[in-house]
């Protein structure tokens, strides 16, 4: 069983929620495990979460479709009541901001289908992720949103490891420098299989399994 404990430092008032150890990730080892569950699930802190999140923000990029992945479509919905609320700007005709959650293909790839690709087209779309933390899913958002004609408004997190993505800046709550100690290792360079340590779970954006 791992421990997940409050961060003590606090941004707003929701804290971050981490736990130590060897955690393994689709594409690293990891030293700790950010436990988003509650922003992404409980009302209350959605909306604390993304009024702190907006206030990162400046209002004079557009933004008109928010991209949710990682499960964070209630807080994204919270993010585009907050983004309504402070003035930003839309330029679809709708005057409203879409709020939508990605498909991915066998691939592993995001496609968008014929439905919902006018909510991507010629429109500026924010990402919206629990964590960036190698920046390697960002990535990928990046391309699909370009590949279906689509304009990168920004990409958004609870918590980044990283400062931009694809040359677009990472906003966040909560950083790396909340967690100096934070490291991500490539599997074949980790520090913690060289000197034999087990893994404690695996780990992505829905939550932990414990090997």
Request: proline share 4%; aromatic share 10%; with cysteine.
């Amino acid at each position: 069983m791992i421990e997940i404990k409050d961060l003590p430092i606090l941004h707003g008032k929701v804290p971050l929620r981490v736990a130590t150890g060897h955690f393994a990730t689709n594409h690293s080892h990891i030293n700790y495990y950010i436990d988003i569950t509650y922003q992404k699930t409980r009302l209350s802190e959605a909306k604390e979460s993304a009024h702190q999140l907006v206030s990162h923000f400046v209002n004079n990029t557009p933004v008109d479709t928010i991209l949710c992945l990682d499960g964070t479509a209630v807080l994204g919905t919270c993010v585009a009541e907050e983004l309504t609320k402070s003035g930003f700007r839309t330029i679809n005709q709708h005057q409203s901001i879409y709020v939508l959650e990605p498909e991915y293909n066998a691939n592993s790839q995001i496609i968008f289908r014929d439905n919902v690709q006018p909510m991507i087209c010629n429109k500026h779309v924010l990402i919206l992720m629990a964590s960036v933390t190698t920046g390697f899913t960002a990535k990928r958002s990046v391309e699909a949103i370009e590949y279906y004609g689509g304009h990168v408004a920004g990409i958004a997190a609870i918590y980044r490891a990283v400062d931009e993505v694809a040359g677009y800046p990472v906003r966040s709550n909560y950083s790396v420098k909340d967690l100096p100690d934070y490291a991500s290792y490539d599997y074949h360079d980790c520090p913690y299989c060289k000197r034999g340590r087990k893994i404690d779970a695996l780990v992505n954006s829905f939550g932990y399994s414990i090997l």
